[in-house]
């Protein structure tokens, strides 16, 4: 299985495993209060997500609506309709990014490692 696919698995399983947090209780959601939406990225469980990036899909088109799916800490805010391939696009671009940080941070690390290795040989 490749990486990938095996970190999806791993995020649908812990989302399986985080039934309170999936059970989004809107049932005092005022439609009406604007400053409320009723974004699940507001749950508290998201904090441990915060590696993991976040595509929020919406019927709320209007840029006041996206604009407070990114406040509330989406990555990327996709409104409907939206096509399949938008969306593997998006996707697929963040998960490079993500491998592209994670190489940029293992090398910075490495190289901290080895200066330090070598301050310790003088």
Known sequence: MP???KNG???VEFLRSAPSAMNNDNSNYNSNNKAAPPLPLSLPFLASLKTVPIVLLTAK???DDRIKGYQAGADVVVPKPFSPEELVSIIDNLI?????????????NANNNNNNNNNDNN
């Open 3 to 5: 990486e990938s696919d």
């Open 96 to 108: 490079r990014r993500k491998q592209q940080r994670l190489l940029t941070n293992a090398n910075a």
């Open 61 to 63: 088109a209007m840029t």
């Open 9 to 11: 698995y791993e995020l």
